[in-house]
């Protein structure tokens, strides 16, 4: 009789235990889902994401190792990265500085935040943050999209010349739809009796960069041609130059360069000037308006350091270079250095000459 008891009291109890430890394994994984999740978050969170990554910077910096595994890891892919060498740069940027963050943006309409990393305060890299997953209840879990340099460059690109970055062709995903000219050229395609051709120049954007990277241009015949910078962020890539072309216009601008310098220290008034036309000047009847100041009083004059540089073939009729000098003037008992630095545009005219159609004093 006992023993009927005991198997029905067995048949009985079985279930709730059953029951039981169902409800044990619902809540230990209801509570291990919970504290997963809320830990993803809480890693997620931007503030404490930026916080572990200047604590492994700071460990790095402290090991004097290279930041190029995190490079590897969140650097750009972009023409003009490399994880290696940027890596390098980062290092020495932080060196035993302090190193901080601090917020750049809110979060965008696409869900991502930007922040600053600075070293003794100087801004020297920058991260992007993004809300990849939705993590419990709906939270946003964040994570490092990008960690990049803080240089920007735009580049211009004479029509008919692809570009390459560091040996990288530029693609769609680097040009802007904006189409310029460049601020210099401006000037001389508004002037009402302008008879050159001034092209418009297609325009990349290059960002998040650590360094400058080598630019060069390849024409349809497979030419190529170096980029140069035309003012701290912008660089022009144009057409070859063919070495005659480079001899002949060297020669050119050395001749004019002297001559220009000898006509403002021989005829201008005592206390200089703020202006002046140059009536010989084959296309146009003026200069820009110049601000440079000379003594006219003078024993003797000379030369010395003059460089031609940064010479841009923009088409096979316009082209620009820049000449630097030191002109020497000897007078009033004393020796006076003005250290110059001109800009010339010379045009290709119909009689095959090429003559000057604007200067720029830099």
């Known amino acids: 009789m006992s023993n009927r008891r005991s198997s029905r009291r067995r048949r009985l109890v079985r279930p709730y235990i ?33 916080n572990d ?43 035993s500085k302090k190193i901080t963050h601090r917020k750049a943006t809110e979060s965008t309409a696409s869900g991502a935040v930007q922040y600053q990393i600075l070293a ?11 809300a990849k997953k939705q993590g419990i209840f709906g939270l946003e879990i964040y994570e490092i999209h990008r960690l990049s340099g803080t240089r920007h460059i735009t580049v211009l690109a004479v ?13 769609d995903e680097q040009k802007s739809d904006e189409v310029r000219i460049p601020k210099d050229l401006r000037a001389l395609s508004e002037f009402p009796q302008n008879r050159i051709d001034v092209p418009s120049y297609e325009t990349y ?36 130059i063919s070495e005659e072309l480079l001899a002949d216009m060297e020669e050119r601008a050395t001749t004019i360069t002297k001559k ?14 703020r202006s002046y036309i140059v009536n ?12 440079v100041y000379w003594y006219t009083l003078h024993d003797s004059t000379r030369f010395e350091n003059m460089r031609m540089q940064d010479w841009v073939l923009h088409t096979d009729r316009l082209l620009s270079l820049r000449m630097t000098y030191d002109f020497i003037v000897v ?23 090429w003559r000057v159609a604007e200067m720029i004093v830099n």
């Open 53 to 95: 990554l200047v604590a492994s910077l700071e460990q790095s910096a402290e090991r004097g190792e290279s930041c190029a595994d995190l490079l590897d890891k969140y650097g750009s892919t972009h023409p003009g990265f490399d994880a290696t060498l940027d890596g390098a740069l980062l290092s020495e940027a932080l060196g």
């Open 120 to 130: 003794d305060g100087e801004k020297v890299a920058n991260v992007e943050l993004t």
């Open 205 to 240: 954007v290059l960002d998040g960069l650590f360094r400058t990277p080598e630019i060069r241009g390849r024409s349809a015949s497979g030419q190529e041609s170096e980029g140069v910078f035309i003012n701290g962020d912008q660089v022009i890539v144009s057409l070859p």
């Open 331 to 353: 007078g009033q008992g004393k020796v006076t250095t003005y250290p110059t630095d001109l800009t010339y545009y010379l045009a290709k005219e119909d009689d095959g000459v």
């Open 159 to 171: 029509p008919g010349v692809q570009v390459y970055v560091s040996g990288q062709e530029l693609t």
């Open 280 to 291: 010989t000047a084959p296309v146009y009847d003026r200069l820009r308006t110049l601000e």
């Open 260 to 273: 220009y310098s000898y006509y403002m220290s021989d005829n201008l008034v005592w206390g200089g000037f």
């Open 18 to 50: 059953v029951f039981v430890l169902v409800l044990l394994c619902l809540t230990a994984a209801c509570w291990a889902y919970l504290w997963s999740g809320l830990s993803a978050y809480e890693k997620g969170i931007p503030a404490n994401i930026m």
